[in-house]
């Protein structure tokens, strides 16, 4: 197997412990890895240390010596969210991807703003995001319902696809080439299953139908890497009820350029866009020139990424509770308080 074709360059060589060899990982279950390397396909064994937050994730490239993984190469990007459930651990979806392929359906509940909090943790990862829209052949008017998500998707191609048809498929396949890697994210439901079947050309993933509530079924149960006819390289991921941010200001202000833009004209550095003079967000507003639904969500992501990274951060800590004993320090000290 030639490793360049998995993505594999010539500069990861010296990041390579003295004899090991590469092997970029294809699946991670019960506790064990299945790689591809130069001689093929194995299944391979976690080292002592490569377990929990420092276990290898789907898309990373490991050092192996025989059957024994006994590290990870460093990240050239990662999809990372906050693990589910009540915890605020990072959890790495997919690592060194060139593309992250937001999927949502073009039929069903309006999908604007979930796709826009996709955006947000897709432009965190450090590769480049896309907004790809299933089930075309389903919808009575493609191009509106292309154009309500572009109009959102900042600076992002948004590519509406049918896998019955194979409508679009040609321009997805077009944004990740020989050696390159993206990783498909999105709910369960939207067609990522049948997408990742029409791009390799095979079943690579299994297909079931909505649920009677409307819900989408997991059919995906694993991530997993697929090496696509032409060269490309495509990680299928299972649907995500929850998609936690985890530190993910950056993201945020990218998949909100527009927003952050006028904010940055406001007449007052702190100024929270409500009803502060010279707001320059809420003079788009007036004007049409910005959506006030839009600005909510702006601003719900905006305090999750703060909340996370008050929870994972100590030093963040430190500087908000220095924040808030100013805060109440002033307030004690103006001579108009009430007594």
Same mark, same amino acid.
């Given at each position: 197997m030639d490793l360049l074709a998995l993505g594999w360059?010539?500069?990861?060589?010296?990041?390579?412990?003295?004899?090991?060899?590469?092997?970029?990982?294809?699946?991670?279950?019960?506790g064990r890895l299945t790689v591809r390397a130069a001689d093929g396909e194995r299944r391979v064994h976690p080292a002592a240390g490569l377990h929990g937050a420092a276990a290898p994730a789907v898309g990373d490239w490991v050092a192996l010596r025989g059957e024994l993984a006994v590290g990870f190469l460093p990240r050239r990007s990662a999809f990372t969210r906050t693990a589910a459930?009540?915890?605020?651990?990072?959890q790495v979806v997919a690592a060194n991807v060139d593309v992250v392929l937001v999927v949502d359906a073009l039929i069903g509940e309006a999908r604007v703003r979930r796709i826009e909090r996709y955006l947000a943790v897709a432009w965190s990862s450090g590769a480049a995001p896309a907004v790809v829209l299933t089930k075309a052949d389903l919808c009575d008017d493609v191009t509106a319902a292309v154009e309500q998500v572009t109009e959102d998707a900042i600076g992002v191609p948004v590519l509406p696809v049918s896998s019955v048809t194979a409508e679009g498929l040609d321009a997805v396949r077009e944004l990740f080439g020989p050696g390159r890697?993206?990783?498909?994210?999105?709910?369960?439901?939207?067609?990522?299953?049948? *997408?990742?079947?029409?791009?390799? !050309?095979?079943?690579?993933? !299994?297909?079931?139908?909505? +649920?009677?509530? !409307?819900?989408? +079924?997991?059919?995906?149960?694993?991530?997993?890497?697929?090496?696509?006819?032409?060269? !490309?390289? *495509?990680?299928?991921?299972?649907?995500?009820r929850e998609l936690g941010l985890h530190d993910d200001a950056d993201g945020v202000a990218q998949a909100y350029a527009d927003v952050e833009g006028f904010a940055a004209e406001c007449r007052y550095r702190d100024c929270e866009h409500r009803t502060e003079p010279g707001c320059a967000v809420a003079a788009a507003i007036d004007d049409g020139l910005l959506d006030p639904a839009r600005i909510t969500a702006w601003r719900k992501l905006q305090g999750e990424a703060r909340h996370q990274l008050l929870r994972v951060d100590a030093r963040a800590r430190a500087e908000e509770r220095k924040r808030l004993r100013a805060l109440h320090r002033t307030m004690r000290e103006r001579p108009y308080r009430t007594r």
């Open positions: 360059t010539a500069d990861r060589v010296a990041q390579l412990p003295p004899g090991c060899e590469p092997g970029r990982v294809l699946r991670v279950d019960r459930g009540r915890t605020s651990a990072a890697t993206a990783a498909m994210v999105g709910p369960s439901g939207v067609g990522k299953s049948s *997408l990742a079947n029409a791009l390799a !050309g095979r079943p690579v993933a !299994g297909t079931r139908g909505i +649920r009677e509530d !409307g819900r989408g +079924r997991h059919t995906t149960t694993a991530r997993e890497l697929h090496l696509l006819p032409g060269g !490309g390289l *495509l990680v299928d991921t299972p649907g995500m």
